[in-house]
Protein backbone atom coordinates (compact mmCIF):
# COMPACT_ATOMS: atom_id res chain seq x y z
CA UNK A 1 0.00 0.00 0.00
CA UNK A 2 1.41 3.16 -0.95
CA UNK A 3 0.13 6.86 -0.19
CA UNK A 4 -2.81 7.32 2.80
CA UNK A 5 -5.58 4.49 2.88
CA UNK A 6 -8.89 5.52 4.02
CA UNK A 7 -11.82 2.22 5.37
CA UNK A 8 -14.08 1.31 4.69
CA UNK A 9 -14.75 3.01 1.67
CA UNK A 10 -18.51 3.58 1.94
CA UNK A 11 -20.14 2.60 5.07
CA UNK A 12 -24.30 3.42 5.54
CA UNK A 13 -25.22 3.23 9.50
CA UNK A 14 -28.18 3.94 11.71
CA UNK A 15 -28.25 6.51 14.28
CA UNK A 16 -27.82 4.85 17.17
CA UNK A 17 -25.05 2.81 15.56
CA UNK A 18 -21.27 3.45 16.76
CA UNK A 19 -18.39 2.79 13.83
CA UNK A 20 -15.25 3.95 13.04
CA UNK A 21 -13.37 4.90 10.00
CA UNK A 22 -9.67 4.46 9.54
CA UNK A 23 -7.08 6.14 8.45
CA UNK A 24 -3.60 4.67 7.34
CA UNK A 25 -0.75 6.86 5.82
CA UNK A 26 2.29 5.24 4.33
CA UNK A 27 4.12 8.35 4.00
CA UNK A 28 6.30 8.78 7.23
CA UNK A 29 4.51 12.18 7.77
CA UNK A 30 4.02 13.10 11.00
CA UNK A 31 0.57 15.32 11.16
CA UNK A 32 -2.59 13.67 10.19
CA UNK A 33 -6.02 15.51 9.67
CA UNK A 34 -9.74 14.82 9.24
CA UNK A 35 -11.91 16.95 7.22
CA UNK A 36 -15.64 16.20 6.02
CA UNK A 37 -17.24 17.34 2.78
CA UNK A 38 -20.72 18.04 2.17
CA UNK A 39 -22.49 18.25 -0.50
CA UNK A 40 -21.73 22.36 -1.93
CA UNK A 41 -20.20 23.29 0.98
CA UNK A 42 -16.14 23.71 0.86
CA UNK A 43 -13.92 21.48 2.92
CA UNK A 44 -14.28 21.24 6.63
CA UNK A 45 -11.07 20.72 9.06
CA UNK A 46 -12.34 18.52 11.70
CA UNK A 47 -9.08 17.56 13.33
CA UNK A 48 -5.33 18.04 13.25
CA UNK A 49 -2.75 15.42 14.72
CA UNK A 50 1.11 16.68 15.15
CA UNK A 51 3.32 13.78 16.19
CA UNK A 52 0.45 12.14 17.74
CA UNK A 53 -0.98 15.04 19.64
CA UNK A 54 -4.08 16.58 18.75
CA UNK A 55 -3.51 20.53 17.88
CA UNK A 56 -6.80 21.21 16.19
CA UNK A 57 -10.18 20.72 17.28
CA UNK A 58 -12.46 22.59 14.83
CA UNK A 59 -15.52 22.52 17.11
CA UNK A 60 -17.06 19.31 16.46
CA UNK A 61 -19.60 17.82 17.98
CA UNK A 62 -18.55 15.09 20.63
CA UNK A 63 -20.28 12.37 18.81
CA UNK A 64 -16.80 12.26 16.33
CA UNK A 65 -14.07 11.18 18.42
CA UNK A 66 -11.06 10.95 17.05
CA UNK A 67 -7.88 8.72 18.26
CA UNK A 68 -3.96 8.69 17.12
CA UNK A 69 -2.30 5.88 18.20
CA UNK A 70 0.46 6.58 16.46
CA UNK A 71 1.81 8.63 13.79
CA UNK A 72 0.70 6.34 10.81
CA UNK A 73 -2.78 5.50 11.72
CA UNK A 74 -5.95 7.79 12.75
CA UNK A 75 -9.11 7.29 13.59
CA UNK A 76 -12.59 8.74 13.49
CA UNK A 77 -15.27 7.22 15.82
CA UNK A 78 -18.75 7.77 15.27
CA UNK A 79 -21.89 7.45 17.35
CA UNK A 80 -25.74 9.02 17.89
CA UNK A 81 -25.08 10.36 14.63
CA UNK A 82 -27.40 12.39 12.95
CA UNK A 83 -28.47 12.48 9.29
CA UNK A 84 -26.95 15.89 8.54
CA UNK A 85 -23.67 14.42 9.29
CA UNK A 86 -23.80 12.00 5.96
CA UNK A 87 -20.52 13.33 3.83
CA UNK A 88 -17.77 12.33 2.60
CA UNK A 89 -14.84 12.18 5.41
CA UNK A 90 -11.64 12.33 3.91
CA UNK A 91 -8.17 12.12 5.68
CA UNK A 92 -5.41 13.82 5.37
CA UNK A 93 -1.24 13.57 6.14
CA UNK A 94 1.60 15.67 5.83
CA UNK A 95 5.49 15.87 7.03
CA UNK A 96 4.87 18.33 9.47
CA UNK A 97 3.67 21.50 10.68
CA UNK A 98 4.10 24.73 9.44
CA UNK A 99 2.10 24.52 5.39
CA UNK A 100 3.69 21.38 4.51
CA UNK A 101 1.69 19.90 1.36
CA UNK A 102 -1.43 17.71 2.54
CA UNK A 103 -1.75 14.33 0.97
CA UNK A 104 -5.47 13.23 0.69
CA UNK A 105 -6.62 9.78 0.87
CA UNK A 106 -9.75 8.24 -0.96
CA UNK A 107 -12.12 9.30 1.52
CA UNK A 108 -15.22 7.66 3.09
CA UNK A 109 -18.90 7.99 2.18
CA UNK A 110 -21.02 8.02 4.99
CA UNK A 111 -24.64 7.54 4.77
CA UNK A 112 -26.89 8.42 8.01
CA UNK A 113 -30.18 6.69 7.88
CA UNK B 1 -11.61 35.30 8.71
CA UNK B 2 -9.94 34.17 5.62
CA UNK B 3 -12.83 33.18 2.42
CA UNK B 4 -11.79 31.67 -0.60
CA UNK B 5 -13.53 31.83 -3.45
CA UNK B 6 -13.36 30.02 -6.80
CA UNK B 7 -15.18 31.23 -9.98
CA UNK B 8 -16.59 29.87 -11.99
CA UNK B 9 -18.29 26.76 -10.20
CA UNK B 10 -18.26 25.14 -13.39
CA UNK B 11 -17.31 25.14 -16.65
CA UNK B 12 -17.15 23.23 -19.89
CA UNK B 13 -14.87 23.72 -22.68
CA UNK B 14 -14.04 21.41 -26.15
CA UNK B 15 -10.59 19.23 -26.15
CA UNK B 16 -7.58 21.06 -26.93
CA UNK B 17 -8.65 24.29 -25.46
CA UNK B 18 -5.91 26.08 -23.29
CA UNK B 19 -8.03 27.60 -20.11
CA UNK B 20 -7.85 29.57 -17.12
CA UNK B 21 -9.43 28.51 -13.25
CA UNK B 22 -9.52 31.19 -10.49
CA UNK B 23 -9.43 31.68 -7.35
CA UNK B 24 -9.53 35.05 -4.87
CA UNK B 25 -8.99 34.71 -1.22
CA UNK B 26 -9.69 37.80 1.54
CA UNK B 27 -6.82 38.18 3.43
CA UNK B 28 -3.12 38.14 1.98
CA UNK B 29 -1.44 36.66 4.90
CA UNK B 30 -1.14 33.76 3.45
CA UNK B 31 1.90 31.15 4.65
CA UNK B 32 0.97 29.14 0.80
CA UNK B 33 -1.37 28.15 -1.49
CA UNK B 34 -2.70 24.38 -2.92
CA UNK B 35 -4.02 23.00 -5.85
CA UNK B 36 -5.93 19.97 -5.93
CA UNK B 37 -7.83 17.96 -8.26
CA UNK B 38 -11.01 16.02 -7.48
CA UNK B 39 -12.86 13.22 -9.44
CA UNK B 40 -16.05 12.31 -8.57
CA UNK B 41 -16.49 10.12 -5.10
CA UNK B 42 -12.92 10.66 -4.44
CA UNK B 43 -9.94 11.92 -2.66
CA UNK B 44 -8.29 15.27 -3.55
CA UNK B 45 -4.99 14.77 -5.62
CA UNK B 46 -2.49 17.25 -4.86
CA UNK B 47 -1.30 19.24 -8.12
CA UNK B 48 0.34 22.28 -7.07
CA UNK B 49 1.80 24.22 -3.93
CA UNK B 50 2.69 27.86 -4.08
CA UNK B 51 4.52 29.24 -1.46
CA UNK B 52 3.58 32.75 -0.30
CA UNK B 53 7.30 33.85 -1.62
CA UNK B 54 6.87 32.62 -5.02
CA UNK B 55 5.21 33.73 -7.90
CA UNK B 56 4.49 30.70 -9.93
CA UNK B 57 5.02 26.51 -10.25
CA UNK B 58 4.18 24.55 -13.16
CA UNK B 59 3.93 20.96 -13.64
CA UNK B 60 3.79 19.53 -17.15
CA UNK B 61 1.07 20.91 -18.76
CA UNK B 62 -0.51 22.58 -15.65
CA UNK B 63 0.72 26.51 -14.47
CA UNK B 64 -0.19 28.01 -11.41
CA UNK B 65 0.30 31.81 -10.35
CA UNK B 66 -0.27 33.47 -6.99
CA UNK B 67 -0.10 37.05 -6.40
CA UNK B 68 -0.65 37.40 -3.11
CA UNK B 69 -1.18 41.49 -2.59
CA UNK B 70 -4.49 40.88 -4.71
CA UNK B 71 -5.33 37.72 -2.87
CA UNK B 72 -4.64 36.19 -6.29
CA UNK B 73 -4.34 33.10 -7.92
CA UNK B 74 -4.40 31.16 -11.35
CA UNK B 75 -4.44 27.40 -12.69
CA UNK B 76 -3.71 27.30 -16.44
CA UNK B 77 -4.64 24.54 -17.98
CA UNK B 78 -2.81 23.93 -21.77
CA UNK B 79 -4.33 21.80 -24.51
CA UNK B 80 -6.98 20.23 -22.15
CA UNK B 81 -7.66 16.56 -22.81
CA UNK B 82 -11.52 14.46 -21.09
CA UNK B 83 -8.96 13.37 -18.78
CA UNK B 84 -8.63 16.37 -17.25
CA UNK B 85 -12.52 16.73 -16.27
CA UNK B 86 -12.44 16.57 -12.48
CA UNK B 87 -13.52 19.49 -9.46
CA UNK B 88 -10.38 21.48 -9.20
CA UNK B 89 -10.40 23.08 -5.56
CA UNK B 90 -7.85 25.95 -4.21
CA UNK B 91 -6.80 26.05 -0.64
CA UNK B 92 -4.56 28.49 1.27
CA UNK B 93 -2.52 28.11 4.26
CA UNK B 94 -2.75 30.95 6.54
CA UNK B 95 -0.01 32.70 7.89
CA UNK B 96 1.40 31.81 11.11
CA UNK B 97 2.44 28.43 11.10
CA UNK B 98 -1.55 26.76 11.15
CA UNK B 99 -2.45 24.11 9.03
CA UNK B 100 -5.91 24.59 8.94
CA UNK B 101 -6.29 24.94 5.09
CA UNK B 102 -9.26 26.96 4.11
CA UNK B 103 -10.62 25.95 0.71
CA UNK B 104 -12.54 27.16 -1.56
CA UNK B 105 -16.02 25.41 -3.11
CA UNK B 106 -14.35 24.57 -6.33
CA UNK B 107 -14.32 24.86 -10.28
CA UNK B 108 -16.12 21.42 -12.17
CA UNK B 109 -14.36 21.29 -15.37
CA UNK B 110 -15.73 18.95 -18.30
CA UNK B 111 -13.36 19.01 -21.28
CA UNK B 112 -15.69 17.60 -24.17
CA UNK B 113 -14.23 15.54 -27.03
Known amino acids: ETGVTQTPRHLVMGMTNKKSLKCEQHLGHNAMYWYKQSAKKPLELMFV???????ENNSVPSRFSPECPNSSHLFLHLHTLQPEDSALYLC????????????FGPGTRLTVL | KQEVTQIPAALSVPEGENLVLNCSFT??????LQWFRQDPGKGLTSLLL?????REQTSGRLNASLDKSSGRSTLYIAASQPGDSATYLCAVAPQGGSEKLVFGKGTKLTVNP
Open chain 1, 49 to 55: YNFKEQT
Open chain 2, 50 to 54: IQSSQ
Open chain 2, 27 to 32: DSAIYN
Open chain 1, 92 to 103: ASSQGWGGYEQF
